[in-house]
C-alpha cells in the first residue's frame, strides 16, 4: 500500500510564501513523476506543476514565475515553493505520485488559504 502524506498548507496574506512536502511511502517503487494539484470547491482539480523522474517540470501557465517543484529521495519526496501567492491560489492542494508506469496514488490533501 502506498501513501503521501502532505503538509505545509495555512493561511498566508497576499504576496506571501508557503512551501508544500509531500511524502511517499509503502511499496512504492519506479516512480516516473510527482505531481501538485489544486481544487476549489465546484470545479474540477487542476493540475499546478509536475515533475519527472528525467527532471522535466511542467507548470499551469496561472503559476509560472511564481512556484516551483522539486523532488528529493527518488521522487519519494516533492515540494511546491510558493511565492507571491494570490487570493485565487486559495485551494485545497494534492500532490499525486505515478509509479510502475500504470499505478498512481493521491494525497489527503492540505489546505491553503491566501487572504487579500
Known amino acids: 500500500q502506498v501513501q503521501l502524506v502532505e503538509s505545509g498548507g495555512g493561511l498566508v496574506q497576499a504576496g506571501g510564501s508557503l512551501r508544500l512536502s509531500c511524502a511517499a511511502s509503502?511499496?512504492?517503487?519506479?516512480?516516473?513523476?510527482m505531481g501538485w494539484y489544486r481544487q476549489v470547491p465546484g470545479k474540477q482539480r487542476e493540475l499546478v506543476a509536475r515533475i519527472t523522474s528525467g527532471g522535466t517540470t511542467i507548470y499551469a501557465d496561472s503559476v509560472k514565475g511564481r512556484f516551483t517543484i522539486s523532488e528529493a529521495n527518488a521522487l519519494k519526496t516533492s515540494y511546491l515553493q510558493m511565492n507571491s501567492l494570490k487570493p485565487e491560489d486559495t485551494a485545497v492542494y494534492f500532490c499525486k505520485v505515478v509509479y510502475a508506469t500504470n499505478w498512481s496514488a493521491w494525497g489527503q490533501g492540505t489546505q491553503v488559504t491566501v487572504s487579500s
Open positions: 509503502g511499496n512504492i517503487y519506479s516512480i516516473n513523476s
